[in-house]
């Protein structure tokens, strides 16, 4: 649960999918689509200004009737964006995501942003970890003693 979540970012891949806030909520769903993602960073000159998601699109277009082929991104997006940085921890994650009621944060370093990390990249980190947590005990079981190097 102390693992950085730059270590996540590592394993993962530091690639951001971002829109400008000028584009239609078309444009930007289309995006999602081709992307496989269910959040576009929100990026206006190089700053990021929202996060558009599966759950605006549903609660801001949908539910409000909006026409996604003449409304802007900017009209809908999440503008209040919750951040963290790589130093954050697996469990400082946990917190935000459930606290904050949210599935994706964008990770800050020094201003710039260098990725993004999503409830389910976390949700795969806990499941890998333990499942290597249940082999190395299984080793330890069957062998009398632990299958890792020495110092790891």
Same mark, same amino acid.
């Given at each position: 649960?102390?693992?950085?979540?730059?270590?996540?970012?590592?394993?993962k891949g530091h690639?951001?999918?971002s829109v400008l806030?000028?584009?239609?909520?078309?444009?930007?769903v289309a995006e999602?689509?081709?992307?496989?993602?269910?959040?576009?960073?929100?990026?206006?000159?190089?700053?990021?200004?929202?996060?558009? +998601?599966?759950?605006?699109?549903?609660?801001?277009?949908?539910?409000?009737?909006?026409?996604?082929?003449?409304?802007?991104?900017?009209?809908?997006? +999440?503008? &209040?964006?919750? +951040?963290? &940085?790589?130093?954050?921890?697996?469990?400082?994650?946990?917190?935000?995501?459930?606290?904050?009621?949210?599935?994706?944060?964008?990770?800050?370093?020094?201003?710039?942003?260098?990725?993004?990390?999503?409830?389910?990249?976390? +949700?795969?980190?806990?499941?890998?970890?333990?499942?290597?947590?249940?082999?190395?005990?299984?080793?330890?079981?069957?062998?009398?003693?632990?299958?890792?190097?020495?110092?790891?």
């Amino acid at each position: 649960m102390n693992t950085p979540i730059s270590a996540l970012l590592d394993r993962k891949g530091h690639s951001v999918f971002s829109v400008l806030p000028t584009v239609t909520i078309s444009e930007a769903v289309a995006e999602m689509n081709r992307q496989r993602v269910g959040c576009m960073l929100v990026i206006d000159e190089g700053r990021l200004v929202g996060v558009f +998601t599966e759950r605006d699109v549903l609660k801001r277009v949908v539910g409000a009737g909006v026409d996604p082929t003449r409304t802007r991104v900017a009209e809908v997006m +999440t503008s &209040s964006v919750i +951040t963290v &940085s790589p130093d954050a921890t697996v469990e400082q994650a946990m917190v935000i995501f459930t606290e904050k009621r949210c599935r994706h944060l964008p990770v800050i370093e020094q201003g710039r942003l260098v990725g993004t990390i999503s409830i389910g990249d976390i +949700t795969r980190w806990m499941a890998d970890s333990s499942r290597a947590e249940a082999e190395h005990l299984k080793n330890y079981i069957t062998t009398g003693f632990s299958t890792a190097p020495f110092g790891s």
